[in-house]
């Protein structure tokens, strides 16, 4: 079955510099949401979208924006990278606003250095 | 506001011997549970989840939850692991019904099984 699609899965930036992360959402799947994982941190929620409106957000920085397309992928923008925006960033998709269906992608590794 | 807490930061165990994750959770409205693990270097995979009904909840590779809601508690138990249970445990809460999507994750219990 077609999963979350997340790419690039390793980024590397330097400081100061933008980054932009992409997630494609399994098929038919209409609301994305946007997750970070610090190194040995839990997941922490940065946003969602739902037919491509901001549906919910969280603790994502001002630095950060995001979006979803026509086509219902999403990227998450990532400008003035600091070294603490390292981190593991998960996209998951779900069919309608549903918390308990919700299906990760393997992640975008971000290295800021 | 919800929150999740993991009372166990690591658990090592022997191979074959049975093991009790713990996790317990705040909120003020109802919630839906959730237990996922993290293998080294890869995504989050969901082990299984508590929305209503049986208390008790069977997932993926031999992994259970008990719901209690007097205790507030959603301990995930399997009762022989094996090697490749070795992983970061997740437990997560997300509110039943309201406009908030967002699921929150407790800090994570890193399983270390012992050959």
């Known amino acids: 079955a077609a999963g979350v699609i997340q790419s690039p899965r390793h980024l590397i930036k330097e400081k100061r510099e933008t980054a932009t992360l992409k997630c494609y959402p399994i098929?038919?799947?209409?609301?994305v949401y946007w997750y970070q994982q610090g190194p040995g941190q839990d997941p922490q929620f940065l946003i969602s979208?739902?037919?491509?409106?901001?549906?919910d957000k969280g603790s994502i920085p001002d630095r950060f924006s995001a979006q979803q397309f026509s086509d219902y992928h999403s990227e998450l923008n990532m400008s003035s990278l600091e070294l603490g925006d390292s981190a593991l960033y998960f996209c998951?998709?779900?069919?309608?606003?549903?918390?308990?269906?919700?299906?990760f992608g393997p992640g975008t590794r971000l290295t800021v250095t | 506001a919800q929150s999740v807490t993991q009372l166990d930061s690591q658990v090592p165990v022997f191979e074959e011997a049975p093991v009790e994750l713990r996790c317990n959770y705040s909120?003020?409205?109802?919630?839906?549970l959730f237990w996922y693990v993290q293998y080294p270097n890869q995504g989050l995979q969901l082990l299984l989840k508590?929305?209503?009904?049986?208390?008790l909840v069977k997932g993926i590779n031999g992994f259970e939850a008990e719901f209690n809601k007097s205790q507030t508690s959603f301990h995930l138990r399997k009762p022989s692991v094996h090697i490749s249970d070795t992983a970061e445990y997740f437990c997560?809460?997300?509110?039943?019904?309201?406009?908030?999507?967002?699921?929150?994750f407790g800090p994570g219990t890193s399983l270390s099984v012992i050959p």
């Open positions: 998951a998709s779900s069919l309608g606003r549903i918390s308990y269906e919700q299906y």
């Open positions: 098929p038919r799947h209409d609301t």
């Open positions: 979208f739902y037919e491509k409106m901001q549906s």
């Open positions: 909120s003020s409205v109802s919630v839906y």
């Open positions: 508590y929305l209503s009904g049986s208390t």
């Open positions: 997560a809460v997300s509110d039943q019904g309201t406009s908030y999507d967002k699921v929150i």
